[in-house]
């Protein structure tokens, strides 16, 4: 049974229960629509699902594992303290996710493009655009399995791309140029083609969340073909298209694709602020083209409890896993900073963690560019009447006193040789292990601080509920009932740049976002932006600034592949794309390859350089091993399947 709301009480896509599909259901516009509503719900099994966002993040420059880490995040970290396998990747979220969706958009694609032929000009026919829904939704599914895996099955056991409705217990897969040529490329086109400009409900897809798909589709094969550093694919493959395209065709093409929808943008666009394309009270903006979604409304459609989550979809607790237990902090004995179900707080679970490198390098201008404070918590505030405490006020760092509201407890922007972290014998030293400043009432922690144990929260994720009252809410156990944002506009912006920087030929982009089409220009657009500023999260006060002018200046007049990745991690950070990103241009191991954090325990604020050993057969990842296991095929045949190195 799936059941999914679509974010407004008028735009439900409801699904009746039903325990099989069958090619008969989806000759039927009930069918059509119940198939496709069920591959919208599928989209919360895997985005939100914090195992499968543990196997994008962990392991590159963004994350590490966090200090209450087990097996799935050390194993992902590729630092020595565990080791990646078939068993322990957990991008078996996607495979055993992803699949069954391809067959439900397969049998829905096949049954009723046959109904349209036969009745052609009918009051039966079906739309083709609720079709091209389900043909964006199976292209979108092998993108995500070809970067993952490489080349991966066509043929579900009736056919290449065919409705398969009988158990199969073998499997071939097909090669990365197949899948992008004859399943990704050619269903997006035709989904381009027939799906609508605006969306039919809130959240559903349209000609542009196709577009963006189909240029990052068309930039990530044209980097294959042209495999700069030599990482190995497979099946084994020439590097070659079907088609006769070259790697600069391909850049091409998603360079024009992206600039076009660019210059088209409606219904989509970017937010005023960075500030306004993540704050709860705002989700569903015009900026997020695609989500997994979620309601607080009732919990029957949002298909997980509202008060309490086990931590497994279709819960969305990605957030839960690089949020530092805060709620250990004592002022006067009790518990300060207590467990809310607030963007700032929510709960922690300290199964990942940033590295120093976050703070110091990729959020380096922390004053001009508003994206560190809109990504992270940084101030911790005292929260203490919310659970029921009395007291007016409690002793903080410096024996000084706070009240409800004060900051107990700050990461600050830059280092202060002057912060006495514990182990001097200073009274009013933090229990959790942070520092003291002369004068101030907060504890404190310097960048150069930052640990597998106590860093700032990923606010941009957290939780937002409106039912919280004058307490801590309902939901402070609860995964968040946020959307979880798979795709936003500002990504074309980066698209269109990096495939300038690969030789895509640039051409002036007009319209609401006008540029010259260069790869600094395009980036521009979104420093721009980065430099508004309309409130302040650390400050929780009103910030009215616009820094734009000194965002755009400070642009390098090259901007070069390296600067763009760095850009779209300060836009996109901790949101699941850096795996792809890295892997994509061939830069994981280079990039990612030695970080800096301090270490677990309390009061550690020694920082020490981690080594990864990121070898290129490490750019697949491994076939999960309860598909090996299925197979009823030779050990030598399985052996053949698996992806080298695993």
């Not at 989209?43 to 962990?58: D, F, I, P, V, W």
């Not at 200090?67 to 996607?94: E, I, P, Y």
């Not at 997980?304 to 006067?332: C, E, H, K, Q, V």
């Not at 009103?542 to 007049?557: L, Q």
Request: hydrophobic residues 35%.
């Amino acid at each position: 049974m799936t059941l999914f709301l679509m974010a407004c009480s008028k735009s439900i896509l409801e699904e009746q229960p039903r325990s099989i599909f069958t090619p008969e259901y989806f000759k039927t516009q009930a069918g059509v629509m119940g198939g496709v509503t069920s591959l919208y719900a599928n989209l919360r099994n895997m985005y939100g699902q914090a195992y499968y966002y543990n196997s994008l993040e962990t392991g590159t420059d963004e994350a590490t594992y966090g200090q209450q880490a087990d097996a799935n995040f050390k194993d992902a970290d590729l630092s020595g303290v565990g080791t990646v396998s078939s068993t322990s990747m957990r991008s078996d979220v996607l495979w055993n996710n992803v699949f069954p969706n391809i067959n439900t958009a397969s049998g829905i694609i096949e049954n009723a493009t046959a109904v349209n032929v036969l009745k052609v000009g009918t009051k039966d026919t079906i739309p083709k655009s609720l079709i091209a829904e389900a043909q964006f939704m199976r292209a979108f599914d092998y993108f995500l399995l070809v970067q993952t895996f490489g080349g991966v099955p066509l043929d579900l056991g009736a056919g290449e791309l065919k409705f398969n409705t009988a158990p199969v217990r073998v499997s071939k897969r097909n090669t990365v140029p197949q899948v992008y040529t004859k399943a990704i490329f050619p269903d997006m086109l035709t989904a381009i083609n027939n799906l609508p400009s605006t969306s039919r409900l809130t959240g559903t897809l349209t000609k542009n969340v196709a577009r963006l798909h189909l240029a990052k589709a068309y930039l990530t094969y044209a980097w294959w073909l042209q495999n700069p550093n030599n990482i190995p694919t497979y099946p084994t493959s020439d590097r070659t298209d079907p088609n006769g395209k070259t790697a600069a065709n391909y850049f091409q093409m998603a360079y024009d694709m992206a600039t076009s929808a660019i210059a088209t943008p409606a219904p989509y666009g970017l937010q005023p602020t960075y500030y306004d394309v993540n704050v709860g009270s705002n989700d569903r903006n015009n900026e997020c083209m695609l989500y997994a979604d979620h309601t607080q409304a009732v919990e029957y459609y949002n298909v997980s409890s509202l008060t309490y989550g086990g931590g497994g979809a279709p819960d969305n607790f990605a957030s839960w896993m690089l949020t530092w237990n805060y709620t250990n902090i004592r002022s006067s004995g009790v518990s300060s900073v207590q467990r809310e179900a607030v963007q700032a707080l929510g709960r922690p679970w300290v199964r990942m963690a940033p590295p120093i490198g976050v703070f110091i390098n990729t959020f380096a201008d922390k004053t001009n560019d508003s994206r560190y404070d809109g990504t992270f918590t940084t101030t911790y505030r005292a929260n203490w009447p919310k659970g029921g405490l009395t007291q007016t006020s409690l002793v903080n760092a410096n024996s000084m006193s706070i009240v409800p509201g004060d900051a107990v407890l700050t990461f600050l922007d830059t280092d202060n040789p002057s912060i006495v972290y514990p182990g001097t014998g200073t009274a009013g030293i933090s229990n959790v292990g942070a520092g003291i400043l002369p004068g101030r009432a907060d504890y404190v922690v310097g960048p150069s601080g930052i640990s597998r144990l106590m860093y700032p929260g990923i606010w941009k994720l957290g939780p937002y509920r409106t039912d919280n009252g004058t307490g801590l809410g309902p939901g402070v156990n609860a995964g968040s009932t946020r959307p979880y944002p798979i795709a936003k506009f500002s990504e074309l912006f980066f698209i269109a740049a990096e495939a300038a920087v690969k030789g895509a030929t640039p051409a002036a982009v007009t319209g609401t976002y006008a540029n010259d089409g260069t790869a600094k220009g395009l980036i521009n657009i979104i420093r721009a932006r980065a430099g508004k500023w309309r409130f302040s999260n650390s400050a929780n006060a009103v910030k009215v600034a616009d820094n734009s002018a000194a965002m755009v200046a400070a642009t390098p007049a090259t901007v070069d592949l390296n600067y763009i990745l760095a850009e779209r991690s300060r836009e996109f950070y901790g949101e699941g794309y850096r795996w792809f990103d890295l892997a994509r241009t061939q830069t994981w191991a280079a990039i990612a390859g030695t970080y800096q954090i301090c270490g677990t325990a309390n009061g550690d604020h020694t920082a020490v350089t981690v080594t990864r050993s990121i070898t290129p057969n490490l750019y697949l990842r491994p076939i999960p091993q309860g598909q090996i296991d299925g197979m009823d095929m030779s050990t030598a045949d399985k052996a053949a399947y698996q992806n080298p190195g695993y």
